[in-house]
T-cell receptor
Framework: NAGVTQTPKFQVLKTGQSMTLQCAQDMNHEYMSWYRQDPGMGLRLIHY???????DQGEVPNGYNVSRSTTEDFPLRLLSAAPSQTSVYFC????????????FGQGTRLTVV | AQKITQTQPGMFVQEKEAVTLDCTYDTSDPSYGLFWYKQPSSGEMIFLIY??????QNATEGRYSLNFQKARKSANLVISASQLGDSAMYFC????????????FGKGTLLTVNP
């Protein structure tokens, strides 16, 4: 009963490096999303997807890239890491609809030095 | 555009007492869902309770209840008989169909339960 699995849990990057945060869900959810959490800012939406092959930008998309080739996976790519991207990242999935709760991964704590 | 406002950055409550965490929302969509999540110090996001905009009765889940006042656009979380384990960050969130079902969060309220 895995739910939403995020890897890695912790990561330190140097400025300018690229990396991919992995997210996988096994609940056959159409909707997947990435958030970043910063102190005092709540959770802000980076990118989301309403199904395989469909992605769209959220509130803070700059510096991030996503793709959704399968229903299960929704990786988040940092193209050229910056210190401003130091944050905790959450992946979430749900059925598509306004009345459905989202299930979250455990989060990834990313530090960019 | 949809917006969630949580005006209480921090709240304190004595163990065994009830506490209300405030949440107001703004949307022009008549159909929406309201959610509360708990984030303990360990970091995971835990779903607590949900209220649909067409629900006639306030949602309840164990010690959690949602005081839904549609005309005021408020969806306050009430925790009864607080326990030390309730100490956590609490987030109010909303999703509408008009926003392509995006889940929008407030900035959160840090609840501390004192023994």
């Amino acid at each position: 009963n895995a739910g939403v699995t995020q890897t890695p849990k912790f990561q330190v990057l140097k400025t300018g490096q690229s990396m991919t945060l992995q997210c996988a869900q096994d609940m056959n959810h159409e909707y997947m999303s990435w958030y970043r959490q910063d102190p005092g800012m709540g959770l802000r939406l980076i990118h989301y997807s309403v199904g395989a092959g469909i992605t769209d930008q959220g509130e803070v998309p700059n510096g991030y890239n996503v793709s959704r080739s399968t229903t299960e996976d929704f990786p988040l790519r940092l193209l050229s890491a910056a210190p401003s991207q130091t944050s905790v990242y959450f992946c979430a999935s749900s059925y598509r609809g306004r009345f459905t709760e989202a299930f979250f991964g455990q989060g990834t704590r990313l530090t960019v030095v | 555009a949809q917006k969630i406002t949580q005006t209480q950055p921090g709240m304190f409550v004595q163990e065994k007492e009830a506490v209300t965490l405030d949440c107001t929302y703004d949307t022009s969509d008549p159909s929406y869902g309201l959610f509360w999540y708990k984030q303990p110090s360990s970091g995971e996001m835990i779903f607590l309770i949900y209220q649909g905009s067409y629900d006639q009765q306030n949602a309840t889940e164990g010690r959690y209840s949602l005081n839904f006042q549609k005309a005021r656009k408020s969806a306050n979380l009430v925790i009864s008989a607080s326990q030390l384990g309730d100490s956590a960050m609490y987030f109010c969130a909303m999703r509408t169909g008009g926003s392509n079902y995006k889940l929008t969060f407030g900035k959160g309220t840090l609840l501390t339960v004192n023994p």
